[in-house]
Every structure is written in C-alpha cells, then in structure tokens.
C-alpha cells in the first residue's frame, strides 16, 4: 500500500518556466513533509519541508503547498534552471512513527 | 560540520559472499536509516536504527542487517549475496527527533557478480 505517491514518472519542462512537482498522500497522520532532489549515483539532497500547521513554504526559487484536504502537496522551482533536472522524491513522516515514507520519485528535466 | 560518510564508495561481490557497509552520521546525530536504491525504482526502506537499537524495519530478508554503535556508527551486512542486491545503499542521518529532516551519504554502489 502506497502511502505516498508521485503518480509522473517524469516531467519536461523549458529553462526559464516553472516546474510544478506533484505528491498524493493518504495517511491523514502524516504532518510532516519533505522534499528532495537527487542525481545519478548520489545521495538525496534535503530541499525543503513543510509542516501540517502550515499551507506554504518558500526558499528561494523552491515553495512547498500542501493543501491538507486534498491530501496533496507540490513543489514549485521558479524558474526553472538546468541545474534542477534530476529526480524528485517527495516524503511524510507522523509524530506517532519516526519513519520517512517515500514516493517513488519524479524525473525533472529541464530543456535548454 | 562534516557530513554523512559512507565506505567503501564502491564494492564487486561475488554471488554467495557477504558484504559489509559502514556509515558515519553527522556528529551529533543518533538516527541512522539505511535504503537500497535499485535502477529505475525508488527508495526501499532496509531499517533505522537510534541509540544503538532497531526502531524501524522494511520488508527485506533476514540476509540483510544491521547494527549501531554508541558512537552512532552504522553498519550494514548482506549475507548470501545474490546478484539482485546489485544497487545503491544510502544511509540517512537525522538526529531522531519527530519532524525533521534526514541527510544522505554518498551511497556504496554494490555489484554481485
């Protein structure tokens, strides 16, 4: 049972627009959110989180939505830079278990 | 501050033997989670471990374990090693707490030949 899913295996987008990457969630005790970004042959990097008491977060060219009703969240990259194709992964933990849950991540790239 | 350590970057098997990574977690931090990474598939959970003790455990076989040192050291071993455990291992640092973010490793590429 998939508790997070990022249902696009892959997304194009052009240099310069905006990325939107999407992540679905059916724990309604997950209330803690993150996103990270991860090249070939590497370890994820930390990109942002969010918490359930708040609906966004911003850093830099990255925010974070999360709408709690619909059980979804997105991570927006404005613009769009060459250096951001790689793979999303999207994750949610509860307070009631120390373990991340993860998607099974999305492809991002960025055409020049 | 450094950053997660793990060793060897790189290690060929051969089908039958075993295998053992070694993580270093940020200083300060006692929550080591450990994840295969196969081609094309996300991240597995292998297992987390926090103060020396298991907390939390995937579905993988019992070829597959763990254990922490009180330094918050990790170390994983494969035993039996079959050529579907060809992947990348990544081992994730956190300080354990509720609701905070977990920092990677490099990861160790294993090949079973």
């Known amino acids: 049972d998939q508790q997070v899913k990022q249902n696009s295996p892959s997304l194009s987008v052009q240099e310069g627009r905006i990325s939107i990457l999407n992540c679905d969630y059916t724990?309604?005790?997950?209330?803690?959110f993150l996103w990270y970004k991860k090249y070939p042959a590497e370890g994820p990097t930390f990109l942002i989180s969010i918490s359930s008491i708040k609906d966004k977060n911003e850093d830099g060219r990255f925010t974070v939505f999360l709408n709690k009703s619909a059980k979804h969240l997105s991570l927006h990259i404005v613009p769009s830079q060459p250096g951001d194709s790689a793979v999303y992964f999207c994750a949610a933990s509860a307070k009631s278990n120390y373990q991340l849950i993860w998607g099974a991540g999305t492809k991002l790239i960025i055409k020049p | 501050k450094a950053g997660v350590t793990q060793t060897p970057r790189y290690l060929i098997k051969t089908r039958g033997q075993q295998v053992t990574l070694s993580c270093s977690p940020i200083?300060?931090?006692?929550?080591v989670s450990w994840y295969q990474q196969t081609p094309g598939q996300g991240l597995q959970f292998l297992f987390e471990?926090?103060?020396?003790?298991?907390?939390n455990k995937g579905n993988f076989p019992g070829r597959f374990s763990g254990r922490q040192f009180s330094n918050s050291r990790s170390e994983m071993n494969v035993s039996t090693l079959e050529l579907g455990d060809s992947a990348l291992y990544l081992c994730a640092s956190s300080s354990g707490t509720v609701n905070t973010e977990a920092f990677f490793g490099q990861g160790t590429r294993l090949t079973v030949v």
């Open positions: 471990y926090f103060s020396e003790t298991q907390r």
């Open positions: 200083s300060g931090h006692r929550s």
């Open positions: 724990n309604s005790m997950f209330d803690y």
